[in-house]
């Protein structure tokens, strides 16, 4: 059973940045799809970002393109999301997901591994 934990979250100011970090254990870790979601306060989960297993491709939603990056090392079974240019609308609990089938996946429900979350604030 794949286990994941996050770390990084915090409180920043608005134009600011912030790296989070999932570590993966419990599994092979290099054959999985990654991706982050996230889950604003009164709003439902959204993606975020996702990695191919290889960590050649990557793709993200639209409302942190160009700010946010995700990237990963298989020799250490991590996935990171480094976010600048943070925006109050980007305060949520950001979620590391994993093993979906197609590594583009946007559905919550496509990954069968998750953390427990790690908020993000972002204040104006």
């Known amino acids: 059973q794949v286990q994941l934990v996050e770390s990084g979250g915090g409180l920043v100011q608005a134009g600011g940045s912030l790296r989070l970090s999932c570590a993966a254990s419990?599994?092979?870790?290099?054959?999985?799809?990654m991706g982050w979601f996230r889950q604003p306060p009164g709003k439902e989960r959204e993606f975020v970002a996702a990695?191919?297993?290889?960590?050649?491709?990557?793709h993200y939603g639209d409302s942190v393109k160009g700010r946010f990056i995700i990237s990963r090392d298989n020799t250490r079974n991590t996935v990171v999301l480094q976010m600048n240019s943070l925006k109050p609308e980007d305060t949520a609990i950001y979620y590391c997901?994993?093993?979906?089938?197609?590594?583009?996946?946007?559905?919550?429900?496509?990954?069968?591994?998750w953390g427990q979350g790690t908020q993000v604030t972002v204040s104006s």
């Open positions: 990695i191919i297993w290889s960590g050649g491709s990557t």
């Open positions: 419990g599994g092979t870790f290099s054959n999985l799809n």
């Open positions: 997901a994993g093993g979906s089938s197609y590594w583009r996946s946007i559905l919550p429900n496509l990954y069968p591994y």
